[in-house]
Protein backbone atom coordinates (compact mmCIF):
# COMPACT_ATOMS: atom_id res chain seq x y z
CA UNK A 1 0.00 0.00 0.00
CA UNK A 2 0.76 3.65 -0.50
CA UNK A 3 3.72 4.96 2.01
CA UNK A 4 3.37 8.12 3.94
CA UNK A 5 6.12 10.25 5.65
CA UNK A 6 5.96 13.07 7.91
CA UNK A 7 9.07 15.00 9.23
CA UNK A 8 10.02 16.30 11.59
CA UNK A 9 8.48 14.08 14.16
CA UNK A 10 8.96 16.67 16.77
CA UNK A 11 9.03 20.33 16.65
CA UNK A 12 9.50 23.39 19.40
CA UNK A 13 8.96 26.50 18.68
CA UNK A 14 8.98 29.65 20.36
CA UNK A 15 5.40 31.57 20.05
CA UNK A 16 5.82 34.00 16.80
CA UNK A 17 8.02 32.01 15.11
CA UNK A 18 7.43 30.37 11.54
CA UNK A 19 7.65 26.44 10.22
CA UNK A 20 7.49 24.24 7.94
CA UNK A 21 5.97 20.77 7.98
CA UNK A 22 6.53 17.91 5.01
CA UNK A 23 4.83 14.61 4.10
CA UNK A 24 5.98 12.36 1.90
CA UNK A 25 4.41 9.83 0.02
CA UNK A 26 5.08 6.74 -2.35
CA UNK A 27 2.37 6.87 -5.22
CA UNK A 28 0.18 8.56 -6.97
CA UNK A 29 -3.17 10.36 -4.81
CA UNK A 30 -6.37 11.97 -5.64
CA UNK A 31 -7.41 13.12 -1.68
CA UNK A 32 -4.33 14.74 0.61
CA UNK A 33 -5.47 16.15 3.79
CA UNK A 34 -4.23 17.90 6.25
CA UNK A 35 -5.36 17.53 10.20
CA UNK A 36 -4.44 19.29 13.44
CA UNK A 37 -5.70 17.22 16.14
CA UNK A 38 -5.89 19.00 19.02
CA UNK A 39 -5.19 17.91 22.33
CA UNK A 40 -8.67 17.09 23.21
CA UNK A 41 -7.98 14.67 20.41
CA UNK A 42 -10.34 16.06 17.95
CA UNK A 43 -9.17 15.78 14.42
CA UNK A 44 -9.54 19.63 13.02
CA UNK A 45 -9.53 19.39 8.84
CA UNK A 46 -6.92 22.08 7.66
CA UNK A 47 -6.86 21.68 4.22
CA UNK A 48 -7.73 19.69 1.53
CA UNK A 49 -5.36 19.56 -0.83
CA UNK A 50 -4.61 16.77 -3.63
CA UNK A 51 -2.39 19.78 -5.52
CA UNK A 52 -1.92 23.32 -5.87
CA UNK A 53 -1.33 25.66 -3.05
CA UNK A 54 -4.06 26.95 -0.70
CA UNK A 55 -3.91 29.28 2.60
CA UNK A 56 -5.81 30.24 5.46
CA UNK A 57 -4.82 33.07 7.16
CA UNK A 58 -1.34 31.50 9.02
CA UNK A 59 -1.40 28.22 7.73
CA UNK A 60 -0.40 27.77 3.93
CA UNK A 61 0.07 24.04 2.34
CA UNK A 62 1.39 22.87 -1.01
CA UNK A 63 1.18 19.92 -2.41
CA UNK A 64 3.86 18.60 -5.45
CA UNK A 65 2.02 15.64 -7.13
CA UNK A 66 4.17 15.13 -9.52
CA UNK A 67 7.24 14.94 -7.19
CA UNK A 68 4.92 13.48 -3.97
CA UNK A 69 5.07 15.82 -1.60
CA UNK A 70 3.26 17.96 0.60
CA UNK A 71 4.22 20.90 2.75
CA UNK A 72 2.09 22.92 5.45
CA UNK A 73 3.50 26.29 6.37
CA UNK A 74 2.68 27.54 9.80
CA UNK A 75 3.71 31.42 10.24
CA UNK A 76 3.56 33.90 13.80
CA UNK A 77 2.84 30.37 15.59
CA UNK A 78 0.36 30.74 18.73
CA UNK A 79 -0.06 28.48 21.79
CA UNK A 80 -2.91 27.30 20.44
CA UNK A 81 -1.24 25.91 17.21
CA UNK A 82 0.20 23.01 19.46
CA UNK A 83 -1.03 19.63 18.73
CA UNK A 84 -0.33 16.98 16.44
CA UNK A 85 -0.14 17.52 12.88
CA UNK A 86 -1.17 14.82 9.85
CA UNK A 87 -1.41 14.27 6.65
CA UNK A 88 -3.63 11.95 5.06
CA UNK A 89 -3.55 10.31 1.80
CA UNK A 90 -5.65 8.55 -0.71
CA UNK A 91 -4.43 6.11 -3.37
CA UNK A 92 -5.28 7.41 -6.66
CA UNK A 93 -4.70 3.89 -7.70
CA UNK A 94 -6.00 0.13 -6.39
CA UNK A 95 -9.23 -0.62 -5.26
CA UNK A 96 -9.49 0.68 -1.44
CA UNK A 97 -12.09 3.80 -2.61
CA UNK A 98 -11.37 6.58 -0.53
CA UNK A 99 -9.34 5.34 2.14
CA UNK A 100 -6.90 7.76 3.86
CA UNK A 101 -3.59 6.17 5.00
CA UNK A 102 -2.30 8.94 7.68
CA UNK A 103 1.42 9.37 8.34
CA UNK A 104 2.63 9.18 11.89
CA UNK A 105 1.90 13.08 12.57
CA UNK A 106 4.39 15.28 13.71
CA UNK A 107 3.77 16.63 17.11
CA UNK A 108 4.53 20.62 17.32
CA UNK A 109 4.93 21.94 20.85
CA UNK A 110 4.75 26.41 20.72
CA UNK A 111 5.76 27.77 24.05
CA UNK A 112 5.38 31.58 25.04
CA UNK B 1 -24.46 23.07 10.36
CA UNK B 2 -22.52 20.33 8.51
CA UNK B 3 -21.33 18.08 10.53
CA UNK B 4 -20.51 14.34 11.04
CA UNK B 5 -21.46 13.12 15.36
CA UNK B 6 -20.57 10.40 17.06
CA UNK B 7 -21.98 9.27 20.71
CA UNK B 8 -20.84 7.97 22.88
CA UNK B 9 -17.95 10.56 23.26
CA UNK B 10 -16.50 8.55 25.86
CA UNK B 11 -17.17 4.96 27.28
CA UNK B 12 -15.75 2.53 30.00
CA UNK B 13 -17.09 -0.80 29.34
CA UNK B 14 -16.03 -4.79 30.32
CA UNK B 15 -15.03 -7.41 28.50
CA UNK B 16 -18.24 -9.15 26.43
CA UNK B 17 -20.56 -6.71 26.76
CA UNK B 18 -21.99 -5.67 24.32
CA UNK B 19 -21.98 -2.00 22.57
CA UNK B 20 -22.97 0.20 19.60
CA UNK B 21 -20.80 3.52 19.02
CA UNK B 22 -23.00 5.63 16.65
CA UNK B 23 -22.37 7.83 13.81
CA UNK B 24 -24.24 10.62 12.51
CA UNK B 25 -23.72 12.95 9.23
CA UNK B 26 -26.32 15.62 7.75
CA UNK B 27 -24.44 16.02 4.32
CA UNK B 28 -25.80 13.42 1.98
CA UNK B 29 -22.74 11.92 2.23
CA UNK B 30 -22.70 8.29 0.26
CA UNK B 31 -19.24 7.38 1.31
CA UNK B 32 -18.32 6.70 5.42
CA UNK B 33 -15.74 4.97 7.30
CA UNK B 34 -14.50 3.86 10.40
CA UNK B 35 -10.95 4.12 11.74
CA UNK B 36 -9.21 3.60 15.23
CA UNK B 37 -6.14 5.55 16.57
CA UNK B 38 -3.69 3.65 18.34
CA UNK B 39 -0.21 5.13 19.71
CA UNK B 40 2.53 4.61 17.49
CA UNK B 41 0.02 2.63 15.03
CA UNK B 42 -1.74 5.55 13.87
CA UNK B 43 -5.18 5.60 12.45
CA UNK B 44 -5.96 2.28 10.78
CA UNK B 45 -9.02 2.03 8.60
CA UNK B 46 -12.06 -0.35 10.29
CA UNK B 47 -14.51 -0.41 7.81
CA UNK B 48 -16.26 1.63 5.45
CA UNK B 49 -19.55 1.59 3.08
CA UNK B 50 -19.77 3.39 -0.04
CA UNK B 51 -23.68 3.43 0.20
CA UNK B 52 -26.77 2.57 1.70
CA UNK B 53 -26.36 -1.28 2.35
CA UNK B 54 -22.71 -1.71 1.02
CA UNK B 55 -20.26 -2.34 3.60
CA UNK B 56 -16.71 -3.61 3.36
CA UNK B 57 -13.51 -4.41 5.12
CA UNK B 58 -10.89 -2.12 5.82
CA UNK B 59 -7.65 -3.07 7.30
CA UNK B 60 -8.40 -3.76 10.65
CA UNK B 61 -11.92 -5.43 10.97
CA UNK B 62 -11.45 -8.27 13.12
CA UNK B 63 -14.17 -7.84 15.93
CA UNK B 64 -16.50 -5.36 14.90
CA UNK B 65 -19.36 -5.35 12.65
CA UNK B 66 -21.12 -2.09 10.80
CA UNK B 67 -24.28 -1.91 9.36
CA UNK B 68 -25.61 0.95 6.40
CA UNK B 69 -29.16 1.05 6.86
CA UNK B 70 -29.59 4.35 6.29
CA UNK B 71 -28.19 7.10 4.39
CA UNK B 72 -27.01 9.57 7.30
CA UNK B 73 -26.15 6.78 10.03
CA UNK B 74 -22.94 4.27 9.91
CA UNK B 75 -23.52 2.37 13.71
CA UNK B 76 -20.07 0.70 14.88
CA UNK B 77 -20.75 -2.68 16.74
CA UNK B 78 -18.63 -4.26 19.73
CA UNK B 79 -20.38 -7.47 19.75
CA UNK B 80 -17.92 -8.97 22.18
CA UNK B 81 -15.32 -6.00 23.23
CA UNK B 82 -12.23 -7.07 24.43
CA UNK B 83 -9.22 -4.89 25.71
CA UNK B 84 -7.24 -4.27 22.35
CA UNK B 85 -10.39 -2.54 21.47
CA UNK B 86 -9.53 0.35 23.65
CA UNK B 87 -8.56 2.97 21.44
CA UNK B 88 -10.04 6.18 20.19
CA UNK B 89 -12.50 5.80 17.44
CA UNK B 90 -13.27 8.65 14.60
CA UNK B 91 -15.90 8.61 12.12
CA UNK B 92 -15.61 10.13 8.59
CA UNK B 93 -18.14 11.02 5.51
CA UNK B 94 -17.32 11.99 2.16
CA UNK B 95 -19.70 12.59 -0.92
CA UNK B 96 -18.74 10.23 -4.12
CA UNK B 97 -16.18 11.74 -6.53
CA UNK B 98 -15.37 14.21 -3.98
CA UNK B 99 -12.13 12.92 -2.14
CA UNK B 100 -12.59 15.62 1.46
CA UNK B 101 -13.12 13.52 4.07
CA UNK B 102 -14.86 15.21 7.30
CA UNK B 103 -14.48 13.63 10.67
CA UNK B 104 -16.24 12.99 13.63
CA UNK B 105 -15.06 14.15 17.08
CA UNK B 106 -14.26 11.34 18.15
CA UNK B 107 -14.96 8.77 20.75
CA UNK B 108 -12.67 7.40 23.51
CA UNK B 109 -12.93 3.81 23.99
CA UNK B 110 -11.94 2.06 27.27
CA UNK B 111 -12.18 -2.01 27.87
CA UNK B 112 -11.65 -3.40 31.31
Known amino acids: ?112 | EAQVTQNPRYLITVTGKKLTVTCSQNMNHEYMSWYRQDPGLGLRQIYYSMNVEVTDKGDVPEGYKVSRKEKRNFPLILESPSPNQTSLYFCASNRLGLNEQFFGPGTRLTVL
Open chain 1, 1 to 112: GIQVEQSPPDLILQEGANSTLRCNFSDSVNNLQWFHQNPWGQLINLFYIPSGTKQNGRLSATTVATERYSLLYISSSQTTDSGVYFCAVASAGGTSYGKLTFGQGTILTVHP
